[in-house]
């Protein structure tokens, strides 16, 4: 309860704030998108990160209003990413299950990034594995309309849940996002190496890109890029980082 009253007070004085982690091609670290994570500007100016205010995304309400103010952010960031002639392919946004339940997402959307001018194929909708198995109806309605109007969807923490790679038929995304546990174990346990190897080659056969997550160490690439895997985020690369600094990134490496 304290925590979703700071966030609610945090959203009306404007201290919710998009940050955002770079996502690389794993052989030049070239920057070829970003994820937009949410943080907070606590009341003594520190930063908190998403992970110390996420049980407040529970509130259906408090989830909405953070989607909405992380999106306005993200279409202002990426309207001027697009005047600074900056070459980038897509920003990630994640969006949790009160974001489908309330059946606007798509609209919002659409008006959002319209109202800024970006195109629709520079969003990434980040689903993660439980939301997208949730058995939710609204969620692979969202997802294929999305699509439709040339939103991608990237499927987020693959292999924590319970999505298989059936359900990968039956659901198409554009992107899957292969977690940081996955990663953590590559080189250590062969096992994990074949699981994620197999996944690699199924995505390359259904035509989806694969982003290895957390990457932290040098060998992790060099085991990633073995496995096929091109591209990938990490502190290895970068923490993510302020609108601004991620504006200096972009210029200089995107
Ligand atoms: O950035 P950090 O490691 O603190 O994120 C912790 C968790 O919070 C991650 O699971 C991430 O997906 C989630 N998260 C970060 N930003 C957002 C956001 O804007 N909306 C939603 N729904 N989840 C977010
Ligand atoms: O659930 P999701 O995949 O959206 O969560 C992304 C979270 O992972 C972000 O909060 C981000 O801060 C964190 N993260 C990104 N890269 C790394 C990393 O290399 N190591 C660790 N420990 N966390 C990371
Ligand atoms: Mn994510
Ligand atoms: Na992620």
């Known amino acids: 309860a304290r925590m979703v009253r700071d966030v ?16 690389v091609r794993l052989d030049t670290a070239e920057i070829v998108g970003v994820e937009a994570l949410a943080r907070m500007r606590m009341p003594d100016g ?22 909405g103010q992380i999106m306005n952010q993200v279409a202002r960031d990426v309207r001027q990413w697009l005047d600074d002639g900056i070459d980038f392919q897509h920003v990630g946004i994640n969006v949790t299950s009160g974001d489908f339940l309330r059946g606007d997402l798509e609209q919002r959307i659409v008006d959002t990034f319209g109202a800024a001018r970006v195109p ?25 309309a999305l699509r439709e109007r040339g939103v991608l969807v990237a499927l987020d923490d693959f292999g924590t ?22 990663v953590d174990r590559i080189g250590s346990d062969a096992a994990s190496s074949t699981i994620v190897g197999c996944i690699i080659e199924v995505a390359r ?8 997550e957390g990457i932290e160490a040098a060998d992790q690439v060099q085991a990633l890029a ?3 895997c091109k591209l990938g985020q990490g502190f ?10 991620t504006t200096s990134l972009l210029t200089t490496f995107a």
């Open 8 to 23: 609610d007070l945090a959203l009306s004085e404007n201290r919710i704030l998009a940050h955002y982690q770079p996502v």
């Open 46 to 67: 520190r930063i908190a990160s998403a992970g110390e205010f996420h049980a407040a995304f529970a509130d259906p309400r408090i989830a909405w209003q953070l989607t």
């Open 120 to 144: 629709l194929h520079h969003i990434a909708l980040e689903v993660n594995e439980a939301v997208f198995m949730g058995g939710i109806d609204q969620v692979p309605k969202t997802v294929s």
């Open 161 to 182: 849940g319970f999505a298989s790679l059936t359900h990968l038929l039956s659901f198409p995304v554009d992107v899957i996002k292969i977690d940081k546990s996955f």
């Open 205 to 212: 056969k259904l035509d989806m890109k694969i982003v290895a």
């Open 226 to 228: 073995e496995l096929g």
């Open 236 to 245: 290895l690369f970068s923490r993510p980082c302020s609108a601004e600094d």
